[in-house]
């Protein structure tokens, strides 16, 4: 059986502390402990499908033009590609920065670029040289907390979007904050989604529209980043004996 490991990242860059940015540095160190394990990098839609081996998948959520000019050249240098998710209202105006609870605070303030996502066309870009973009909805909603209708047009809308900028299916999507119930992971396959992933506290069993991606986090160094991607360390974290 294959060894599936799918990480979330978002941002990469230098000066960004915020928690959901990693450094360059990091991200390199990160991507060469992954190689030197006999990974092999995959989008997330062929790792959820690989019949055996190590797989990795590094995703990175919300589509930051970082991960274009930063994260891009380290994955080449592997030979990987990787997935973005984006969400889909906020790129048809690709100079203003995303805006959403848990992003917010960083708004007006010295590292406001930081926010600013990728063009469709840098975006078409990463999906000729074999990356995966995949839909984070519409708006970046809490999925759990909106209606039958909303939910509805957050997962096919997107999906549709993407697909038309594109010219190339959207397969995956990533549920914005991880959050999902069964209602949510029911509306995402009747809207066509082969595989979807979560980002749990805990993780949990594999399904391909709930799986467990690790998230990998500034204050992630060495030590911890080997702890949260190592299989033994996963498994556990995977059953109810792990809190939290
Ligand atoms: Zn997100």
């Known amino acids: 059986m294959a060894d599936v490991l799918v990480l979330c990242y978002h941002a990469v860059s230098e000066r960004f502390p915020a928690a959901l940015s990693v450094t360059p540095e990091a991200f390199e160190r990160q991507l060469a402990l992954l190689a030197r394990a006999g990974y092999r990098g995959a989008t997330f839609e062929d790792a959820v ?121 959207c397969a995956t999507l990533a549920y914005p904050y991880g959050d999902h119930d069964e209602r949510v992971v029911a509306a995402a396959g009747a809207a066509g989604y082969a595989a979807a992933g979560t980002l749990p506290a805990r993780l ?3 399904r391909p529209l709930a799986w467990p991606r690790v998230g990998i986090y500034h204050d992630d160094d060495e030590r911890r980043f080997k702890l949260k991607v190592s299989r033994v360390m996963r498994r556990l974290r995977s059953s109810r004996i792990w809190p939290g």
């Not at 105006?93 to 990728?118: D, F, N, S, V, Y």
């Open 49 to 169: 499908k690989a019949g055996s081996g190590r797989v990795a998948a590094v995703t990175f959520d919300d589509a930051y033009l970082s991960v274009l000019a930063l994260g891009k050249p380290m994955l080449d240098a592997l030979g990987w590609p990787a997935t973005v998710y984006a969400p889909t209202d906020y790129l048809d105006a690709p100079e203003r920065p995303l805006k959403w609870a848990g992003i917010e605070q960083w708004h007006g303030g010295e590292h406001e670029r930081e926010l600013l996502p990728m063009s469709w066309d840098q975006l078409g870009e990463l999906a000729e040289a074999g990356w995966e973009i995949g839909s984070h909805t519409r708006s970046h909603p809490h999925l759990t907390e909106i209606g039958d209708d909303a939910l509805r047009d957050e997962l096919v809308e997107s999906k549709r979007v993407v697909e038309e900028r594109l010219g190339r299916p």
């Open 204 to 206: 949990h069993a594999e």
